[in-house]
């Protein structure tokens, strides 16, 4: 069960917490994007984004029970331009993957898009990448189009996937 905590705008789940990523978590956060195998933004890319003034959705998830050196368990990074939501990297350390954090850290920056006026959310992921394909779905992406060798090291197309975010009454 999850409940919000909203005096500090985090979701508390038995294992993880979810929060807006700070220049504090940068170091842990390319720490798992390398680890992950993302496309390279690296710590600059990061916090470039994180001092932009408006549109960027940057949340962590942070283990309840660390193991020693380690606090974050994953992150997201995504970005509101006009009524769209781009998610640029998404990514759990192996140690915590298939608990569900990859999922509740795409529902938190869905729900902040949603409440920010957005209509949709976009983001590419690997023609190969079958367990992200998966995860994408199961939070209501189809896939929209192809991007022809969008991706290097190894080069390889993306699919580019959509949903349609629905605004609350």
């Avoid at 919000?4 to 705008?9: G, Y």
């Avoid at 993302?38 to 710590?43: I, T, V």
Wanted: glycine share 8%; net charge positive; with cysteine.
């Amino acid at each position: 069960m999850l409940i919000v905590d909203a005096e500090h705008a985090a979701i508390i789940g038995s294992d993880f917490s979810i929060t807006r990523m700070t220049e504090h978590d940068l170091l842990e956060v390319v720490e798992i994007e390398e680890a992950s195998g993302l496309s390279r933004w690296g710590w600059e890319a990061y916090h470039a984004e994180l001092q932009q003034k408006g549109g960027t959705l940057m949340f962590v998830a942070s283990a309840a029970n660390p193991a020693a050196g380690v606090r974050l368990s994953g992150f997201i990074a995504s970005r509101l331009i006009g009524d769209e939501l781009h998610v640029n990297n998404v990514a759990v350390r192996d140690a915590y993957r298939r608990a569900g954090i990859g999922r509740k850290l795409l529902e938190r920056v869905l729900t902040a898009a949603r409440k920010s006026g957005a209509s949709a959310a976009f983001l590419e992921v690997r023609a190969s990448n079958e367990a992200a394909k998966a995860l994408y779905s199961r939070c209501g992406f189809c896939v929209a189009g192809q991007r022809r060798n969008y991706y290097s090291d190894p080069p390889e197309n993306a699919l580019l996937m959509r949903r349609i975010i629905k605004r609350s009454a």
